[in-house]
């Protein structure tokens, strides 16, 4: 039952991310404006890197503790 759940949490993030990370969206943050100094689109990807690894790994751990939990 976890395998399946878990598998389903990550194919939706990879698709969010496909998302996220496509031209439509990439040209939205394209332009040229400053946030903090920085360009717009290197904050908008450095967020959504971000936002990723911190999904994925939340995803990972809270799998792992509701298998620890029923064994």
Known sequence: MYEKNKRQKFSFIAIL????????ILSAANKI???LGLPLLFVY??????????LLFFTA??????KKKNE
Do not use: K
């Not at 991310?17 to 439509?24: A, T, W």
């Open 17 to 24: 991310l496909f998302l996220l990370l496509s031209f439509p």
């Open 33 to 35: 404006a400053f946030w």
């Open 45 to 54: 990807l450095f967020i959504v890197w971000a936002g990723a690894i911190l």
């Open 61 to 66: 751990e809270s799998n792992q503790e509701g």
